[in-house]
């Protein structure tokens, strides 16, 4: 029993170590492109020219930093709840918080009907967890509970701070392309036509690339997170029948209205219900008794195979703001 422990101890911290890794080499190469584009656009204006896109572009992410708990909110028809209306949601939030060694978040109920949770503020100490009233009566308790160390885990690692400063580069970049190219950003265009065209173009390519590396950050979060609910003491199983579930009842919801409604704020659910249809028939394959759920043999059985994602699925996963499910659950297999 002790050598398990051991054994499971140090592949959580190989991986919490690997996802680490990746997002601060992520990090380093999203502010080496932003450092390069302003070097070249600063040396040819000198500092101040560049540094105002800069300026904007940070002023605006602020106000949206301290707005974006109020929209979100409002998007997602967040009710507040007491622990006298929700005693049980409030106990598993309380308890999974003091695990993690975080402030006890507020508890909210959003009227969606769409199956999910979420969470977001602007800092630790400002946290908020909610789920929707679809999610009610889909999960079971564990499977809950273990949603729950996912979004908590969101919050412990300020994953909001993290994805809204990332996405100040490539917001920087656009405004220094669109300005060079058509804003006169380098003075003359007859005499600098040539030259502002060349960095237009180079930072609208960078816009684009930068973007994919702020989707692939956000990615990793949710890899992050996932580890964070293992290491939180929810099994990997119980995450993994509970993203299995949401997929499901994603499929089954006929609420278009509502799905275009979050469309700007679903990257903050714990799985991308637009993509549902696709994914529940790879996950049906892992579900061998047809139980509708995951279980731990299941999850192992998961471990020993190599899974194999068609070439579309890699390019549609580039563009998106979660993990491939198959991949995801997989991830999960590897910490059981």
């Not at 918080?97 to 975080?102: G, H, K, L, V, Y």
């Not at 969606?112 to 679809?134: E, H, M, W, Y």
């Not at 920087?172 to 669109?178: E, G, S, V």
Request: hydrophobic share 45%.
């Amino acid at each position: 029993m002790g050598k398990l422990f051991f054994e499971r101890f140090m592949i959580m911290r190989r991986e919490k170590m690997g996802l680490q890794t990746r997002m601060w080499l992520l990090v380093a190469l999203l502010f080496a492109i932003l450092y390069g584009v302003f070097t070249a656009v600063g040396s040819y204006l000198g500092v101040g020219g560049a540094s105002s896109y800069i300026i904007m572009a940070l002023v605006f992410l602020g106000f949206q930093y301290f707005i974006g708990p109020y929209m979100v909110q409002a998007m997602m028809k967040v009710e507040w709840v007491s622990e006298a209306d929700e005693p049980e949601l409030h106990r598993m939030v309380a308890e999974l918080a003091e695990r993690a060694e975080i402030p006890i978040p507020r508890v909210g109920i959003s009227r969606l009907g769409i199956p999910n949770a979420f969470a977001f503020g602007k800092s630790q100490g400002d946290g908020r967890v909610c789920v929707t009233d679809g999610i009610r009566g889909l999960l079971s308790t564990d499977e809950l509970k273990a949603v729950l160390g996912h979004e908590i885990s969101h919050l412990k690692h300020r994953d909001m701070i993290v994805i809204t400063v990332l996405s100040a580069i490539p917001l920087i970049l656009y405004w220094i392309a669109w300005r060079t190219m058509w804003g006169g950003m380098l003075g003359d265009r007859r005499q600098s036509g040539g030259y502002a065209a060349l960095i237009g173009l180079g930072a609208f390519v960078l816009y684009f690339l930068t973007n994919l590396l702020v989707l692939y950050g956000s990615r990793i979060r949710e890899y992050y997170a996932d580890l964070g609910s293992v290491e939180l003491g929810n099994p990997p199983h119980q995450l993994a029948t509970a993203l299995y579930k949401l997929v499901y009842g994603s499929v089954k919801f006929r609420g278009r209205e509502e799905l275009r409604r979050v469309e700007g704020v679903k990257a903050f659910f714990l799985n991308d219900p637009s993509r549902a249809q696709l994914e529940i028939k790879e996950l049906s394959q892992i579900d061998r008794d047809m139980s509708g759920t995951i279980d731990s043999d299941e999850l192992m059985e998961l471990r020993q195979k190599k899974i194999t994602i068609s070439s579309a699925e890699k390019m549609m996963e580039l563009f998106t703001t979660h993990p491939n499910m198959l991949k995801r659950i997989n991830h999960l297999a590897s910490l059981s």
